[in-house]
C-alpha cells in the first residue's frame, strides 16, 4: 500500500509525497523556507531597481537601502512576534534570539521597513514619498514569495474546510499549537496516517498579493502624486489581510482578548490608507 503524499490539495491532484524543509551543506543544514525568503528578497530588490530606471533614478540608491531594510526588517518581524507571543518566551528569554526556531511576522518587517525609509531619506536628502512608490513594488512581491516558505514550513494555514483548495497535510509535521480543535473534529485517517485539512491560507495570500503587484505595475503610470503608490499598497494589503487573517488559526492577539493584532492593524490601514487617497484625489480634482 503506498504511503499518502505529506501534503495533497486533495481537489487539484497536486501534492509531495515526502516533504523536505531542509538542505545539507558540507554538513551544514539550510532551510528552504530562509533559501525562499532569500529569492523573494533578491528579486523585490530587481524589480525596484527596474522602476528606478524607467523612472530616471539611481537603482543603486534601493540596494543601498536594502541592506539596511533586510536588517532592520528582520529586527522588527521578531519583535512584533515576540511582542503579542511573549508567553513563549517569558521563561526562557535567551528563545528571543533563535531565528532558527521560527517566528517572524510580517507587520513587523513592514513597519520597521517604512521607518528604516524614512530616516534614509532623511539622511540621505531624498523623497520619502517618492522612494516608497517604488519600493512597495519590491516589498509585495518579497511578500507574495515568501509565503511559499509557510508552504514549506507547514505554517500560516487556516480552519477545516473541504473547499477546492483544502489542503491536506500529515498532522506529524504541524506544530500542534497551530492545530485548533476544529481541525481535531475533522480529523482525517489515511493509511493509519492522521492529517489535518485546512484553508492554505499562505497560498490565498500569495496570490492575492501577486494580483496586488499585477495592479500596481499597470497604475503606477497613471499616478497623480507621490506615496500614492504606498497608499495603494496599504490599502490593498490591509484588504487582503484583514480576510485572511480572520481564517488562521495562529493568530496573534492583542493581550487578553481574542482580538487578532494583525487583522485589526489590516482594518486601520484600510480606513486610513483609503481616506488619504480620498482626500489627495478630491483636492486634485479641485485645483483642475
Known amino acids: 500500500m503506498e504511503t499518502p503524499a505529506d501534503i495533497r490539495f486533495v481537489h487539484l491532484g497536486l501534492g509531495i509525497q515526502h516533504l523536505r524543509k531542509s538542505i545539507s551543506v558540507f554538513g551544514f543544514p539550510i532551510a528552504f523556507y530562509g533559501i525562499i525568503i532569500g529569492i523573494g528578497m533578491i528579486l523585490g530588490i530587481r524589480i525596484a531597481q527596474s522602476d528606478a530606471r ?14 539596511y531594510a533586510i536588517i532592520f526588517s528582520i529586527i522588527g518581524a521578531r519583535i512584533y512576534y515576540v511582542i503579542f507571543n511573549w508567553k513563549l518566551y517569558k521563561d526562557n528569554v535567551i528563545q528571543v534570539l533563535n531565528l ?29 514619498a517618492s522612494m516608497a512608490d517604488t519600493g512597495c513594488l519590491g516589498l509585495v512581491l518579497g511578500q507574495s514569495i515568501g509565503r511559499w516558505g509557510n508552504f514549506i514550513n ?27 480543535q476544529e481541525l481535531l ?16 491560507t499562505f497560498l490565498y495570500e500569495s496570490m492575492w498579493n501577486l494580483g496586488l503587484l499585477l495592479f500596481m505595475l ?15 499598497y496599504l490599502l490593498g494589503y490591509g484588504l487582503g489581510r484583514s480576510w485572511i487573517e480572520g481564517l488562521r488559526t495562529d493568530q496573534l492577539l492583542f493581550f487578553g482578548t481574542v482580538v487578532p493584532v494583525s487583522q485589526a492593524l489590516s482594518i486601520i490601514l ?12 478630491m483636492k486634485l480634482k479641485k485645483h483642475t
Open 100 to 128: 532558527r526556531a521560527g517566528g517572524l511576522a510580517i507587520y513587523g518587517g513592514v513597519i520597521a521597513a517604512v521607518l528604516t525609509l524614512f530616516v534614509f531619506t532623511k539622511v540621505k536628502h531624498l523623497s520619502f
Open 185 to 200: 473534529d475533522n480529523l482525517i485517517v489515511e493509511s493509519g496516517v492522521e492529517f489535518i485539512q485546512v484553508h492554505p
Open 270 to 281: 484600510v480606513i486610513i490608507s483609503a481616506s488619504v487617497l480620498l482626500y489627495r484625489h
Open 154 to 180: 507547514c505554517e500560516a494555514f487556516g480552519g477545516y474546510t473541504d473547499s477546492l483548495f483544502a489542503m491536506r497535510i500529515r498532522r506529524a509535521l504541524v506544530d500542534e499549537s497551530m492545530i485548533s
Open 54 to 67: 524607467r523612472r530616471g533614478q539611481d537603482p543603486d540608491i534601493y540596494f543601498d537601502f536594502a541592506l
Open 218 to 232: 499597470w497604475y503606477r503610470h497613471h499616478k497623480k502624486f507621490d506615496g500614492e503608490m504606498l497608499l495603494i
